[in-house]
């Protein structure tokens, strides 16, 4: 079975502080991949980036960083120089490579409220 | 392309009401998956189509819930004898086959509200 835990459920910041959202995962398979979706107000989730499980180097990519590390099963995600339009619903989410369908296992998000 | 189209984006209805909801998925995308997302929670997983083929179902697909995809384009979720506890966002995605790699692109999500 598969879990992703996403402990802070509302995340409350100002204009230009940094925010780094935690997820914790658990899985049985051996190569996984990872994903964050962001959830604005409008409801649509949106890709933002993945990762497989054999890939441990950091990524940056314009204000977003997120760092993975298998040894403690994390996938942390964030946010320099938060805005307002970054407000709105972080999920953290696995799917095993092997597992017919790709059906992605969701954690229960993180609400980011940037405020000005 | 303009993405994964969701109607209607709001239902409200009666309890013991049927539903149904469309979902047309990005034209080249072979698989087709149906979540669910109650209020502050992640969405949950409920089935998903490899072309008009359901391949699998979640257990929270109870039997008053029928998901078809007749021609292996458009699905559609139906809901018989809505209940309360329906209630929900029922998210509808789309990714092209290749195994846990794939990015599912979602579509806005029909809101149902069971009275």
């Known amino acids: 079975a598969q879990k992703v835990t996403q402990a802070q459920t509302e995340i409350s910041v100002v204009e230009k502080e940094d925010v780094t959202l935690d997820c914790v995962y658990e899985t049985r398979d051996t190569t996984y991949y990872l994903f964050w979706y962001k959830q604005p107000p409008s409801g649509e989730l949106v890709f933002l980036i993945r990762r497989n499980s054999f890939d441990e180097q950091n990524e940056i990519s314009g204000r977003y960083s997120w760092n993975f590390q298998k040894s403690t099963s994390s996938f942390n995600f964030t946010i320099t120089a938060s805005q307002v339009v970054d407000s709105a619903v972080y999920f953290c989410a696995l799917s095993a490579i092997k597992a017919a369908g790709n059906k992605l296992t969701f954690g229960g998000g993180t609400r980011v409220l940037v405020k000005p | 392309d303009t993405g994964v189209s969701q109607d209607p984006r709001h239902k409200i209805t009666k309890r013991g009401q049927n539903v149904t909801f469309r979902c047309d998925p990005i034209?080249?995308?072979?698989?087709l998956y149906w979540y669910r997302q109650t209020l502050g929670q992640g969405p949950e997983f409920l089935t998903y189509?490899?072309?008009?083929?359901?391949?699998?179902k979640s257990r929270l697909l109870s039997n008053r819930f029928s998901a078809e995809r007749p021609k292996g384009s458009f699905s559609t979720l139906e809901i018989q004898r809505t209940e309360q506890g329906d209630s929900a966002m029922y998210l509808c995605?789309?990714?092209?086959?290749?195994?846990?790699?794939?990015?599912?692109?979602f579509g806005a999500g029909s809101r149902l509200t069971v009275l």
């Open positions: 995605a789309s990714s092209l086959d290749g195994g846990g790699a794939n990015v599912l692109t």
């Open positions: 189509f490899q072309n008009e083929a359901q391949l699998e």
């Open positions: 034209s080249e995308h072979n698989r």
